[in-house]
């Protein structure tokens, strides 16, 4: 399987004003594309091929209006084209029912809050014995290396985020964990707002809150921000550190998932979880928290960890009346309204806590569906 590893770069001041000239000619390159492909939709002509495009990137590298087109690495503008063939293959792919729709390619501009380019083997990047990416036309870049590349990756992205931090991301292949730790254990999880996930086994993981943590803070430098004067050099300032406070956010949310799915991936030898409807749910007077508590991502990453410590992983569907249910006798008493947290069943007069016996049925439902 295919892991993503990213990693803090600290550029100098020169490599930055270089890493800047190579965000600003890959985008330039994209637009000028995208343009051409519009142009010709426009008139009811051919899309042009790839082939053309990149015929036409050499050509305006040798006009004086493109000419600074040449001072980044070639390969750089090589891939920006290739991402507007991605971005065109997806988008009509989702047209054709192959994927999840998404909307047409758009421009970039120079106040993304994303920037980024790619290289390849090609450009013949490296990674120095003393530990320092080596970037063509941009020099050796300090890397924070947080851990070890289990195999050696054939490209690297260099990523600029809103916050003005940049990484360094590659995609390497993975195989399994060689000796997962042993366990016998499985577990239901019902994912809440209240407490972020219930287990089966009466376990309850409070919920971090990160965002409504932070809303005093986020809301002061929200303020500063509206109150700079739209152009100058303050108001950037600003938005700088409106975009750190939320990458801090971001970043607690982002650790937070990772050791509570791998805890319980390494605990358990089976992993069931309820199939939410996060974007039904964001729509909804909730949208902060179901935002703030991140379901999708912390489900995405049991499921990559289970496959590579060879575990059992299902979603049970959203549909499956998990709260109706009573885990011991099996009877449905029917819908709740939220605010009833504990109830008796009227068949076998067993006490159950909501979210408890959501989750053992979430593990009775996926046993079911995995044998």
């Known amino acids: 399987m295919q892991l993503g590893y990213a990693f803090r770069l600290y550029p100098t001041r020169g490599q930055q004003q270089a890493l800047a000239r190579a965000f600003g000619c890959a985008r330039v390159v994209y637009n000028d594309a995208l343009r051409a492909r519009e142009d010709a939709r426009g008139q009811g002509l051919p899309f ?21 087109l040449g001072e980044v690495s ?20 989702g047209l054709a029912g192959k994927r999840p729709r998404m909307g047409p390619p758009r421009f970039k501009s120079r106040k993304d809050n994303r920037q980024s380019v790619r290289f390849t083997a090609n450009a013949r990047w490296s990674i120095t014995p003393g530990g320092k990416l080596s970037l063509p036309k941009i020099g050796e870049v300090k890397v924070k ?7 050696v990756p054939s490209t690297v992205t260099v ?7 940049f990484f360094c991301s590659f995609v390497v292949e993975t195989g399994a964990v060689p000796d997962p730790p042993d366990a016998t254990a499985e577990v239901g999880i019902d994912l809440g707002l209240e407490h972020f996930a219930v287990l089966s086994d009466g376990r309850k993981i409070t919920s971090p809150r990160f965002l409504r943590r932070a809303q005093n803070k986020l809301r002061k430098a929200q303020k500063d921000l509206s109150r700079k004067q739209k152009g100058s050099s303050n108001k950037g300032k600003a938005r700088v550190k409106v975009a750190r406070a ?5 970043d607690a949310r982002r650790e937070f998932h990772h050791h509570l799915s791998t805890t319980l991936v390494r605990d358990n030898q089976a992993l069931y979880v309820e199939d939410l409807c996060v974007k039904g749910l964001a729509r909804t007077r909730l949208a902060t928290s179901v935002h703030d508590a991140g379901w999708s991502a912390f489900t995405a990453m049991l499921e990559y960890k289970a496959t590579r410590y060879g575990r059992t992983f299902a979603r049970v569907d959203r549909r499956f009346p998990s709260s109706q249910i009573c885990s011991g006798c099996g009877r449905r008493d029917g819908p709740k309204p939220l605010h009833v947290r504990a109830w008796v069943c009227g068949g076998c007069g ?13 593990l009775d439902q996926g046993r079911r569906i995995t044998t």
């Open 145 to 151: 290396w947080s851990r070890r590349l289990p195999s």
């Open 246 to 250: 939320h990458a801090q956010v971001a």
């Open 74 to 93: 070639a390969v750089v503008l090589q891939q920006s084209l290739r991402d507007l063939e991605t971005a065109y293959r997806n988008f009509f792919d």
């Open 159 to 165: 990523v600029k985020d809103a916050a003005g931090r």
């Open 48 to 68: 042009p091929k790839a082939a053309e495009l990149s015929a036409a990137m050499t050509a305006a590298k040798k006009t004086p209006e493109r000419a600074w």
């Open 350 to 362: 067993a006490g159950h806590d909501r979210d408890v016996n959501a989750a053992r049925n979430i």
